[in-house]
């Protein structure tokens, strides 16, 4: 048996109703308790993730989860957690998990589109869905089985694994004005942003976000995005650089628990729905989470940072990176048949879904302002 995988036999004692009958002379039957040993099987199950130790809010969905896991089942299901300070491979977990040297992992499904192309669109896109939109169309629109299409022939399962909300545009050092500002400029975007980032003439890179502010402060790159208020100002950035932009990229950036397939399909149905819904739980609560720090250092970032500049891209920029995306799409659905399939499912849910958001969110957020 996979050492990573043990399923230890322990025993436990229950204590269960055995029927003492009685017989005879009309007498009722009667119960007494007794007590028998029954053998009660454990899972210990290591994962690993892309973030530092102690990371917050990413790293307290990992956490959350393992916890709910262990007291669901009673505490059958133990989840040893190793971060990237101790397996060294931040973004080797695609290929960690796929082997089987972790049953579990958690990451951005969008780092992986170097390997496998189509894992891109189960993060976010641009110009794309929000958070609640998303998950309607994970959960609800036909995004999960999309996904597992894509990671199925790798050996894994994916599950959506906790969302950012709407992402800042990143952290500046000098103002963009034009489409000419971006051309050149060193920039740490990872997905699909980053594609279309180049195609305006930018040189993206991604960088794991243990190095982001040195990079940023020696002018490795010129600028970076990250995620928002709720984790950019605990790492630094705006003592380096001092414009923050308003986003267009992530609009609700969806992390991913990874399940190696097999160890997957090897669980009893029971330990597999425990593991699902503290999934399911844990990814939602991270958005929470996220929406709460976010409201809470935004509130205190003007007062205590008054230098942070913050601007939105102007509209010739939008447009420009708007005109890049529709035609780098395009060359991908044209490309694969299974990226057609879910750029298709996506467009459809992302109208249909828009059209609701406006009517309800946006129709109540502008009836709001009016108001004194
Ligand atoms: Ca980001």
Known sequence: MNRLFRKTASTVTLVVLAALTLTGCGDTQKTAPTAISVPVETYNLRLAHTWPTKFPIFGDAIHNMAEMANKMSNGRINITIDSKNKHKAPLGIFDMVKSGQYDMGHSGSYYWKGKVPNTLYFTSMPFGMTAMEQYAWFYHGGGFDLTQKVYAPHNMVSFPGGNTGNQMGGWFQKEINSIEDLQGLKMRIPGFAGEVLAKVGAKPTNIPAGELYTALERGT???????????????????????????????????????????????????????RVAMRVAAYDMYAHSYHESAENWASMKSEYPNIQVKSFPTEVLQAMKSANDELIAERAAADPLAKEIIESQTAYLKKARAWTRISDQSYYEAMEQLN
Do not use: C
């Not at 970076?224 to 790492?235: A, H, I, N, Q, Y």
């Open 221 to 275: 790159i010129d600028a970076l995005e990250w995620v928002g208020p709720s984790l950019d100002l605990r790492m630094g950035f705006h003592k380096i650089a001092p414009y923050y932009y308003t986003g267009w990229h992530e609009p609700g950036s969806e992390l991913q628990f990874m399940f190696n397939k097999e160890k997957w399909g090897s669980l009893p149905v029971d330990i597999q729905e425990i593991l």
